[in-house]
Structure formats: C-alpha cells, structure tokens
C-alpha cells in the first residue's frame, strides 16, 4: 500500500504539471486570439493542425506514447483552443438576464438542448416550458422570451415538418444551432419484464425513432403525447406498472422512475438539430465557421431549381441541406430550405444571394450563425519504426475504358468513366490512396478485438475488420459471436475512430448488422445468394462484395449488378482468391482480375490477400502485388496472438508483421 502511495504522489505532480501547462497553453491561444483580431487571420488552419499533429505523434512516439493517444489528447486541446477563438469572435458574449422558451416541461430534450446552448450563461437564463412550437414563437415574437428552441430534424425519423412551417411565417431569425445526441430510453415505474408492458406514451418524433424496438413489443399499445418529458410524469402519476414510457435517462432521473432499457432509438447514433430563434439577427464574425438557411421558392417551370443550385456551385458554396414543402394554397407548388456553409458578411455568400433573388420568386434569409459542426483534423499516421522491410512495388499505370457494353449496365465502366468512390465514414475507397482494411477472422473477446483496433490506428491503416456472422465449412467450428460480437466490434471501431466492416450471411440480419457496420461485407460463400444481394441492395450502407471462390469474372459483375439493381449503388469489389488444382495455397490469388476489373467496372476493386493465400508468409508479398496491379484496397488479417485464433489462425498476421507490411506499403 505505501508503495501505491509513493507512486500516487508523483501521479499527482505530473497532473498538476500538465494542468499548469494546459494553463499556460490556455493564455498563449489568448494572445492568438488578440493577433488575428489585429490582423484578420482565420481562426482555422487545418494545414498548421495537420503537421502540429504530424509533428506531435513523432515525438510522442519517441518517448512511448501511442499516435491514437496523442490524436484524442491534442484533438480535444485543438478543439479547445477553436472555442475559445470562436467565443471571442462571436458578438454579444455576455447577455443580461435572458428567458428561453422550450416546447415540453423539464426534462424534454428540448430543454437539455437549451441548457447545452446557453450553459455560459446559466446564471442569467430562465427556461420557460410551453405547450406547443408554435406557442414558443409567440412568445419570442411577442418580448416574452428573448429566445427560443426548436427541433428542426433527427437523423432518424428526418425533417419536423411543422417547425419547418413555421419558421418560413415567424417574424424571428436563426442565431445559433445545436447538434444533440439523443438516446431514448424505456422507462417504467419499476423493473418489469418487457411483456407486461401494455402501452408506451413519448412525443410522436421519439416514437417514431423507435419503431423497431416497439414493432418487437407487438402486443403494446403505442400512444402520442405532447413530451417525452411529460410522458414520464403521466406514468408516474398514474402509478401503474403496465405503463412506460419513451424519453431521456434526465427524464427518468428527474422524475424519479426507472430505465428499463436504454439505447432503443433504430440508429445507433441519432442527433437531433435544434435552432435558436430571436427576434434580431446577430451577425458573426467573417472568420468563425457559419451556416446560413434560407428559404425560396422558384418560377413553376422546367430546369428552375437547378437555375437556383447553379448559383450556389458557381460560387463554389457548400450546400448542407436541401428540403421541399408544399406553399399553401397552391397545390403540387413547392418552396425549398437551404442550409448551406458559409457567412452573410462573406463576398461570396453575399453575391450568391443577390444572384438567386434573380432566380427565385421569393427568398427569405432565416439566419446566418456559428455552426456547431467542425471535423476534427486527421493526418494520417505514419506505421511505427523500425521493422523488417518488405520489398517494394511500384503502382500500375491506368486501365483503359472498355469499349462495348456487356450485358451488366448499371456496373458498366462506361456508365461512369469516372470512377465511383465509395465513402465509409469518411474513408474514400476507389480514390487515388490504396486502403487499408484490417482486423482479426473473426470478432473473439473485447480485448483481442480492442487490441486489434488499437494496432490498426497506430499502424496508419484506415479500417477495422471482423467477423461476427462466421460461414464456417463445418458446423461445429466456431461460428462467431453473433450480435455481441457487432457490439464488441463497434465499440472498439468508436473507440478507436475507425469505420467497421463485418460479414452479413442472411437477409433476416441485415438490418442488424446494418445499424451497427459501416461496410457489410457479402462472403464469397454467398456471391451469388441473390436474395442477400437484394437485401442489401435495398439497405443504405455500403457494401463489401467478395469475390465466389468458383466464380468467373463474368458471374461477379452478375452478382455486383444485382446490388445496384435495388437502388444501391455503393459497392467496393473483392479479389480473395479463386479455387485452382494448386494445392499449395488454400486458393489462388487472381491478380490479374483487377486490371480486367477496373476496364469493366467503375466499382473500386479491393484484395484480401489473406483468404487467397492462406498462409501468412505470403499475405505481405501477394498484397504489395495486388497494389501493383492498381486494386484501391487491401483487406488483410492480423491477431494478437495466432497460435490462438479461433478461426483462420494460420494466415492471420502477427502485429510486428503488419507493421512491417504497413510500412512497406507506406515507403513503396
Ligand atoms: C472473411 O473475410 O471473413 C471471409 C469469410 O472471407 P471469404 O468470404 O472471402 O472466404
Ligand atoms: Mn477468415
């Protein structure tokens, strides 16, 4: 215990000395503050972030410390020090007493949301809980609250139509957002099985981010109330068990009852978009990062919303959003909001404006503020030094188009000479940078697969794989860990920050599966299960289509075709390796499908090296051919610990040596 102790107190110097240099780093991003206010600079500049943090994994690397590590800790100060530039440039930073009006009572995520925007200022701001949106109008038009809050979308259940409506009439304008994460509970007077539940209350919106859940409660009757917030004080009001209710962990906490499920909203990650609304617009500062809405509407004629969008490409606007509502009293007329990037005060924007009042019948600017959503700056990182070299390879020329068009036109290269790139999370598969996709065979424990992640970030590879849905060739071979094993796998993806692609083997699980990966993968046991294909081709995620191990070129483009028929058209391709008389390797890599494949197809091409070979000596060699030959991916797979694999031990990489194919592909 004395020796925990001795340790403990030099723990706590090194806290207080890195509290005094985030202090001091503080006061220096102060005097930056006042510079850029003198010379006008941008308070951004992703370049000086991207080798600031270039610079810090070299050196953190050197004294032991992990590039994941350094990304997270100096993410957050980076994002810190953007605050508090962005706070000093925003005007009004210090109100006097302020009211906000919310629709619900405590507890409702409208009120979470307010408290969140207005947490600086807690001390002067009163909450005031009305009945209905449009009540919080009025009182914000009326002088009764300075602001409001209101619900604009959900990233699951989409657009709140009857804010939309009403912000195109309020005499009111837009001054800030706020982006929040909305996890629904079900919550009851005490703990109950799910089957003694006969009626769920929540407010329409969050019900209707839920429907999954309640369409497994099918004997449960469902009903609309005015306020998550409100439901929860009805049940426990009424004090009886039967009754739960759907809204926020506050909520339950707030009112005392219990949570007897959490996470029940369809989408994993569901965020709801609130705006703040006040009587006068409040402009911001060129330099703090702004969205602007508008709403217009465009003559009754052919090719007029694209005159609109023109305007905005022309000068080279980012446009965020784009929805349609009926105008009243003119039936089949519609007028359209836009959210697009950018300031009011900036040139751009502001010709931009004057040039679509040419184009539109009416156009309203509902308000230009900070925007809540800033990515974070990723450098890619460099795979740790030293190691073993493997040999180097150089890339192959492009492919020519082909010329005539095979009987698969929707996977044609000449339906799109360009190219598709697919995007997984922000990782561009078909662009000019090979990709790198890497993880165990199969999803075992939290730890092995944590650790997995952890070697992928730090080796600078761009993906997380493992299998959780195992086709084995016998039944009583491991067959994965099923959905704990998805859950496992995303939690180590968001923790690591690193998209997931897993294995889909039925189309009763795609649903599954989909809310949990961000690539399905199609095994090469199902390439030609066309019901699967249709499943996913229905789905929004992209897909991840291997190679049959017995089947032509001819017979993938089929198969690839089928995906795109349903509507889906985000599909990567997967070379793993064909079945030959070579007993040698468990199958043979066919190199030269990818060359053939980037002639026939706009489809990227990727190539598990893994699978085709079987054995580990050869994973490094056989990928370095792959990117050779052009293919935009690589799908490779690594262990902790092989010996101990419970499926496909005998290809699967040690760490050390896909560090040193990292390496390779990086240096070559
Ligand atoms: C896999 O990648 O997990 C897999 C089973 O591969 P294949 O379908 O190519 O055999
Ligand atoms: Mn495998």
Redesign the pocket.
């Known amino acids: 215990m004395q020796e925990i102790a001795a340790i403990r107190k030099h723990i706590t110097a090194v806290d207080k000395r890195i509290l005094e240099a985030l202090a001091r780093r503080r006061r220096l991003v102060a005097r930056i503050v006042e510079a850029k206010d003198r010379t006008g600079a941008p308070i951004r500049d992703t370049r000086r972030e991207e080798q600031l943090l270039e610079e810090l994994i070299a050196q953190g690397r050197r004294l032991g410390l992990d590039a994941h590590f350094i990304l997270r800790v100096f993410g957050e100060i980076l994002e810190d020090s953007l605050r508090a530039q962005k706070r000093h440039f925003l005007a009004d930073p210090d109100p006097g007493p302020q009211r906000v009006a919310y629709q619900g009572i405590p507890g409702a995520y409208s009120e979470a949301a307010a408290r969140r925007h207005f947490a600086p200022f807690l001390d002067r701001t009163s909450f005031v809980g009305l009945a209905t949106f449009q009540e919080v109008v009025e009182a914000v038009e009326a002088g009764e609250a300075e602001y409001g809050i209101l619900p604009l979308e959900n990233t699951t259940a989409g657009s709140i139509n009857e804010v939309y409506d009403l912000l195109s009439c309020a005499r009111l304008t837009i001054v800030g957002e706020v982006i929040f994460q909305v996890d629904h509970c079900l919550v009851s007077l005490r703990e109950v099985p799910l089957t003694e539940i006969d009626c769920v209350l929540s407010h329409p919106q969050a019900l209707s981010q839920c429907l999954k859940f309640l369409s497994r409660l099918p004997h449960c009757e469902v009903r609309p109330f005015p306020d998550t917030a409100m439901a929860v004080k009805r049940i426990k009001e009424e004090a009886n068990p039967r009754l739960a209710a759907i809204a926020s962990e506050e909520a339950a906490r707030l009112y005392g009852v219990h949570v007897l499920r959490r996470n029940v909203q369809d989408q994993r990650e569901n965020f709801t978009r609130f705006v703040i609304v006040g009587k006068k617009s409040v402009p911001v500062d060129a330099r703090v990062p702004c969205t602007t809405s508008l709403v217009m509407a465009v003559p009754h004629e052919a090719g007029a919303l694209l005159k609109a969008l023109s305007v905005l490409h022309q000068h080279d606007i980012n446009l965020l959003k784009l929805e349609s509502r009926p105008i009243p009293g003119l039936p089949f007329q519609y007028r359209f909001y836009l959210d697009m990037e950018g300031n009011t005060l900036e040139t751009r924007i502001a010709t931009a404006l004057a040039e679509l009042r040419r184009v539109t019948t009416s156009l309203t600017v509902l308000g230009c503020y900070p925007s809540q959503h800033h990515p974070r700056t990723r450098p890619p990182v460099p795979p740790p030094q030293p190691g073993a070299d493997v040999a180097e390879a150089t890339p192959s020329p492009s492919p020519s188009t082909a010329t005539s068009k095979p009987p698969y036109p929707l996977v044609w290269r000449g339906s799109k000479p360009e190219g598709t790139v697919v995007l997984v999370r922000g990782v561009r598969i078909g662009g000019e940078v090979c990709i790198v996709m890497a993880g165990p065979?199969a999803v075992e424990s939290r730890e092995q697969i944590r650790q997995c992640a952890q070697q992928v970030r730090e080796c600078g590879a761009h993906m997380l794989?493992g299998?959780c849905f195992?086709?084995r060739t016998s039944p009583y071979s491991f067959q994965g860990l099923g959905l704990e094993g998805l859950q496992l796998l995303a939690e180590a993806g968001a923790e690591f920050d690193l998209p997931i692609v897993t294995?889909v083997l039925s189309p009763a699980d795609v649903d599954t599966v989909a809310r949990y990966a961000d690539l399905l993968?199609i095994?090469?046991?199902n390439m030609q299960n066309f019901s699967l294909l249709a499943a996913v081709g229905r789905c929004q995620r992209p897909v991840l289509l291997?190679r049959g191990m017995m089947s032509t070129i001819d017979e993938f483009l089929g198969a690839a075709e089928y995906i795109l028929a349903q509507g889906n058209h985000q599909v990567v391709l997967c070379e793993?390796g064909i079945r030959t008389f070579e007993t040698m390797t468990r199958n043979t890599l066919d190199l030269g499908a990818i060359p053939i494949l980037k002639r026939l197809t706009h489809l990227p091409i990727v190539v598990?090296p893994s699978?085709a070979a079987g054995r580990r000596d050869l994973v490094a060699p056989l990928a370095l051919a792959a990117r050779a030959v052009g293919c935009h991916g690589l799908?490779v797979e690594i262990h902790p610990n092989p010996e101990t694999a419970l499926s496909d031990g005998p290809q699967a990489l040690p760490f050390a040596e896909f560090a040193a194919l990292m390496r390779a592909l990086q240096g070559g």
Do not use: I, S, T, V
Request: glycine share 14%; aromatic share 0%; net charge positive.
């Open positions: 065979c794989r299998g195992k086709p294995e993968q095994g090469a046991r291997k793993r598990d699978h799908l």
